[in-house]
């Protein structure tokens, strides 16, 4: 139960930016900037550094629907997802994006303890300097994300078959506030 009084039943964030659409609308554009905006990095690449940090913030929704948006992308490619998360310095991965996933971890841990030995070590595998200022600013979104949506205890479905919808959605219509009745 949602510590304060949302639309029952609509999960995550969307319960949430619903309860205040005015702030919430930034948020969903900030994502969609983050997430589907212009960028070298691939848009199923930005949704699993999404998932990662929601995963290091245990942020079971958050991480759930970005990963289900990275799998829909990646379309489920050699389960590039779940290997990820269960150890993404073996994942089927580029050495990039494995430097730019340890720079998002060091992110949601401690973000002063990303060092000039990261960020050179992901240069160095080819990041640029956008791409590693993208990775630490969704990884400090997700941080934010994660936070909102745990810290008012909203609805976190249980069904992995409501966050593959999720995900699909989220891909195939971008980031859109939801269009709901605002106050409950």
């Given at each position: 139960?949602?510590?304060?009084?949302?639309?029952?039943?609509?999960p995550?964030?969307?319960?949430?930016?619903?309860?205040?659409?005015?702030?919430?609308h930034?948020?969903?554009e900030?994502?969609g900037?983050?997430?589907?905006?212009?960028?070298?990095?691939?848009?199923?690449?930005?949704?699993?550094?999404?998932?990662?940090?929601?995963?290091?913030?245990?942020?079971?929704?958050?991480?759930?629907?970005?990963?289900?948006?990275?799998?829909?992308?990646?379309?489920?490619?050699?389960?590039?997802?779940?290997?990820?998360?269960?150890?993404?310095?073996?994942?089927?991965?580029?050495?990039?994006?494995?430097?730019?996933?340890?720079i998002?971890?060091?992110v949601?841990?401690?973000?002063?303890?990303?060092?000039d030995?990261?960020?050179?070590?992901?240069?160095?595998?080819?990041a640029?300097?956008?791409?590693?200022?993208?990775?630490?600013?969704?990884?400090?979104?997700?941080?934010?994300?994660?936070?909102?949506?745990?810290?008012?205890?909203?609805?976190?479905?249980?069904?992995?078959?409501?966050?593959?919808?999720?995900?699909k959605?989220?891909?195939?219509?971008?980031?859109?506030?939801?269009?709901?009745?605002?106050?409950?």
């Amino acid at each position: 139960m949602a510590h304060i009084n949302v639309l029952q039943g609509v999960p995550g964030i969307r319960s949430l930016v619903l309860f205040r659409p005015e702030t919430g609308h930034y948020l969903y554009e900030l994502a969609g900037a983050l997430l589907r905006g212009p960028s070298t990095l691939s848009e199923a690449e930005r949704e699993l550094i999404a998932t990662f940090v929601s995963s290091q913030n245990e942020c079971v929704f958050c991480m759930s629907s970005h990963a289900a948006a990275a799998r829909y992308l990646f379309k489920d490619e050699k389960g590039v997802v779940d290997f990820v998360l269960e150890d993404y310095q073996s994942a089927p991965i580029s050495d990039k994006l494995k430097s730019l996933l340890t720079i998002a971890g060091k992110v949601a841990q401690d973000a002063r303890s990303v060092s000039d030995e990261d960020v050179a070590l992901a240069r160095q595998y080819g990041a640029t300097d956008q791409e590693i200022h993208d990775t630490v600013l969704i990884a400090a979104t997700f941080c934010m994300f994660n936070r909102y949506v745990d810290g008012l205890a909203s609805f976190t479905p249980t069904e992995p078959e409501a966050y593959e919808e999720m995900g699909k959605r989220m891909v195939e219509k971008g980031y859109v506030l939801p269009s709901a009745p605002v106050k409950v």
